[in-house]
T-cell receptor, first 110, second 113 residues
Framework: KQEVTQIPAALSVPEGENLVLNCSFTDSAIYNLQWFRQDPGKGLTSLLLIQSSQREQTSGRLNASLDKSSGRSTLYIAASQPGDSATYLCAVDNTDKLIFGTGTRLQVFP | NAGVTQTPKFQVLKTGQSMTLQCAQDMNHEYMSWYRQDPGMGLRLIHYSVGAGITDQGEVPNGYNVSRSTTEDFPLRLLSAAPSQTSVYFC????????????FGQGTRLTVV
């Protein structure tokens, strides 16, 4: 059974820091991996999707990497801003369903 | 540019009542799914569908029914609400392989008293 773990569970940093959020999964037979952002009381917003054949994806200040063989993905946030404060979720995709981690709650203070 | 639309946004039910959570998408996505989100447990899959007329159970299907008569709609039915079904429910959709990027609705916050 696929299990997804995210570390740390919570993170509080000053504005401007570069951050690394971690996601690990137990079964490397995944189709892709997706990172989401969730603001309090809101739905999930897709940030980055990495196909299983890819090593990384970039969007603005965000960079996500994938190492399927070791069952790990990282989300790198450069030059963090207070607007980045949210919960970040990773999910592995077995083509027809997503298995989620429990998320990292990020707070960036001015 | 509606995307995935869920209704209602909030609902309070009494134990034993039934109701249907609505989910509609206008992106012509084949794949649709329902998740519930509970504190400390993340999002868990309830039911999913890979196309009209096809549904399957996820991790926590008990107490819920689904059907998929059209590509656009994927309603979730609570047969007899229980306090354990108090949760936030999310509907998601995607094209399916090879483009499985998922898009989520804004959620339905359900309280069963």
């Amino acid at each position: 059974k696929q299990e997804v773990t995210q570390i740390p569970a919570a993170l509080s940093v000053p504005e401007g820091e570069n951050l690394v959020l971690n996601c690990s999964f137990t079964d490397s037979a995944i189709y892709n991996l997706q990172w989401f952002r969730q603001d309090p009381g809101k739905g999930l917003t897709s940030l980055l999707l990495i196909q299983s054949s890819q090593r990384e994806q970039t969007s603005g200040r965000l960079n996500a990497s994938l190492d399927k063989s070791s069952g790990r993905s990282t989300l790198y946030i450069a030059a963090s801003q207070p607007g980045d404060s949210a919960t970040y979720l990773c999910a592995v995709d077995n083509t027809d369903k997503l298995i989620f981690g429990t998320g990292t709650r990020l707070q960036v203070f001015p | 540019n509606a995307g995935v639309t869920q209704t209602p946004k909030f609902q309070v039910l009494k134990t034993g009542q039934s109701m249907t959570l609505q989910c509609a998408q206008d992106m012509n996505h084949e794949y649709m799914s329902w998740y519930r989100q509970d504190p400390g447990m993340g999002l868990r899959l309830i039911h999913y569908s890979v196309g009209a007329g096809i549904t399957d159970q996820g991790e926590v299907p008990n107490g819920y029914n689904v059907s998929r008569s059209t590509t656009e709609d994927f309603p979730l039915r609570l047969l007899s609400a229980a306090p354990s079904q108090t949760s936030v429910y999310f509907c998601a959709s995607s094209y399916g392989p090879p483009n499985t990027e998922a898009f989520f609705g804004q959620g339905t916050r359900l309280t069963v008293v």
